[in-house]
Nanobody
């Protein structure tokens, strides 16, 4: 079994920064994908960022809405993924979930249905 535990959410004013962490417990292949998804009330769940690892190394992917502001990184020794969020905007307000998957997520790294293990979520609130 794989368990994911997120932390780092909170409230911040527009323009501020937060760093989210997600620790994965259980065996994970180096080729697995780890991603951050978010969902605001009344909106569909959106893939914000992901990192995939394969024979060619790691690749990162970002939604257009966060590109240039968010950075995903991972510590393989700790099996932990981070999301550094800078220049936060009110529209970034959402519940943020981390997830891990394998196989299909290489090809669709920001699609939530390619991920099979999910954390409990951490709330991010950005005020004006």
């Amino acid at each position: 079994q794989v368990q994911l535990v997120e932390s780092g959410g909170g409230s911040v004013q527009a323009g501020g920064s937060l760093r989210l962490s997600c620790a994965a417990y259980g065996y994970t292949y180096s080729s697995d994908c780890m991603g951050w998804f978010r969902q605001a009330p009344g909106k569909e769940r959106e893939g914000a960022a992901s990192v995939t690892t394969g024979g060619s190394g790691s690749r990162t992917y970002y939604a257009d809405s966060v590109k240039g502001r968010f950075t995903i990184s991972q510590d393989n020794a700790k099996n932990t993924v981070y999301l550094q969020m800078n220049s936060l905007k009110p529209e970034d307000t959402a519940m943020y979930y981390c997830a891990t998957g394998a196989g299909g997520c290489w090809y669709r790294p920001l699609r939530d249905n390619e991920y099979n293990y999910w954390g409990q979520g951490t709330q991010v609130t950005v005020s004006s």
